[in-house]
């Protein structure tokens, strides 16, 4: 009896894109007398993720360099098959596949937070657009509103916990392929990744700000927001603080509303 069609497409789908190519051979017939050429096939299905890998981290690429990163390409591909119907999306999780490699023959640690880096750019570059919030909306706000208004961001923006100062050289290296970057330091730190003018954008966040925009990006009220910041700099000066917090964001187009907290 003929297996169910579902059944021979699994089959010989795994043996094309997996380790072991049996499952697909054992489908196909010789042709001309010759052994089924699926090598081909699977080559051709794993160069092309590895070019997608190439376009998705273009500057990973560049500091690791052909081999290397082809290497990391075909581990990764191994390890986490493509299960998205567009190619742009994969590559999704190269920064924690990289960060859980065996210290041995692992590339350098900071290149994890270069490709978490990288991966956020291009999140930041396709998210979808709001109208940015009118500086007027937050500075008419009536004190007593604190307590139930948040904020509401543009899809784009990201803050991401980085372990090395990879900013250096992402941007040494996005603008010049044979530059020589100093190796990067290790220090613990926000990266705020965000679209703006029609391009994505970045700033390193000191530690105060970086805290407020996460109590801000996890639905928070404004007045919460105070309280957060009286831990970074105490009650009397946390006002102050989330108003100049709030001043860059609407400068920057962070934000795209107010929101009603719940209960």
């Not at 010759?34 to 190439?54: I, K, N, Q, S, V």
């Not at 490699?101 to 978490?116: I, N, T, V």
């Not at 009536?142 to 990879?166: I, N, Y």
């Not at 044979?178 to 029609?198: F, I, M």
Request: aromatic fraction near 6%; proline fraction near 8%; include cysteine.
């Amino acid at each position: 009896m003929t297996p169910p069609l579902a059944d021979l497409q699994r089959r010989f789908a795994a043996g094309l894109v997996g380790e072991d190519a049996t499952p697909a051979l054992a489908l196909l017939r010789p042709l001309c007398g010759r052994a089924p050429r699926l090598g081909t096939y699977r080559h051709a299905y794993r160069a092309r993720l590895t070019e997608a890998l190439r376009n998705n981290h273009p500057v990973l690429h560049r500091a690791m360099g052909d081999e290397a990163f082809d290497d990391l390409a075909l581990g990764y591909i191994a390890a986490r098959p493509s299960t998205q119907p567009s190619i742009r999306w994969f590559g999704h999780a190269l920064a924690e596949h990289m960060a859980g490699l065996p210290q041995a023959g692992a590339p350098h640690p900071a290149l994890a937070d270069l490709a978490r880096m990288e991966w956020a750019l291009g999140l930041a570059f396709d998210a979808a657009d709001a109208a940015p919030l009118p500086h007027t909306t937050v500075a008419t706000l009536p004190p007593e509103d604190w307590a139930t208004q948040g904020l509401r961001c543009q899809a784009s923006v990201q803050c991401l916990a980085l372990r090395w100062q990879v900013e250096p050289l992402w941007q040494a290296l996005s603008h010049d392929v044979d530059t020589l970057a100093s190796e990067p330091k290790q220090s613990e730190h926000a990266l705020l990744v965000w679209r703006q003018g029609g391009g994505p954008r970045w700033r390193s966040l000191p530690e105060p700000e970086a805290a407020l925009l996460r109590a801000a990006l996890a639905g928070q009220s404004l007045a919460a927001l105070c309280e957060v910041a009286a831990g970074h700099v105490g009650n009397e000066q946390a006002p102050a603080a989330v108003a100049q917090a709030l001043h860059q964001w609407l400068a920057d187009g962070l934000l795209c509303g107010l929101c009603t907290m719940a209960g």
